[in-house]
C-alpha cells in the first residue's frame, strides 16, 4: 500500500474523492531511481535507507569527499553501511536545476554540466538556513516544505522532529 503514495502523486485526491480506480499502482519492480543531493549525515543515512529498499540511488555532493566535518568514527560507519550497496556518487558537482526528467549538475570548477535521470529528488543541503533555494524550487515543485536545518540550523534532534511532524501532517491536496 505505501508504493502507491509514491507512485501516484494524486493518491491523497483520487481517495478522499472516490476515485480509487483512478490510482496507478506499483509495477513492483520495487527499483526507483532517486537522486540525493548532499552528502552529510542525513543525506547519507537517508541513501542507505532507500538504497536498502531497493531503490537505484545516485549521491550527489559539491564537496570532494563524502560526509565531510562528520566525527570520524560515525563516519566510518555510516559509510561502511552505505558503500556496501555501491550507490553512484558524484563528488565534486553542485546542483544546477530540477528539471521534470531528473537533475541537472554542474562539476564544481570546471561548469562542466550533466542530466540524471530521476522519479525522486531528495535534497539534503547542509547545516545552514538556507531557505533561499526554496523559493525557485516551490515555483517548479508544489507543496515544497522546508525542514530541519533548511528552516532553522539547530540540533540533530530538532531536525528530526520537524521533518517527522511534518511528514504526517502533510497534506497534498
Known sequence: MARAFFTDPAFM???AGGRE??????????VCRESMVGAGLTGLEAAEMQLRGGSDVTI????????QGMFEPVLREV???LLKYSPKLYMGWRLAGIEKSG??????????TVHL????????LGSLPDSVQAAPLSREVRNTLLIGDANKAGKIYDAIKTGFCTAFSFDPL
Open 117 to 124: 535521470a530521476a522519479d525522486a529528488v531528495v535534497l539534503a
Open 21 to 30: 480506480k483512478e490510482i496507478w499502482g506499483c509495477i513492483g519492480c520495487l
Open 60 to 67: 550527489v555532493e559539491m564537496l570532494p569527499e563524502l560526509g
Open 103 to 112: 537533475v541537472k549538475l554542474e562539476r564544481v570548477g570546471t561548469g562542466e
Open 79 to 81: 559509510k561502511a553501511g
Open 13 to 15: 485526491r483520487k481517495a
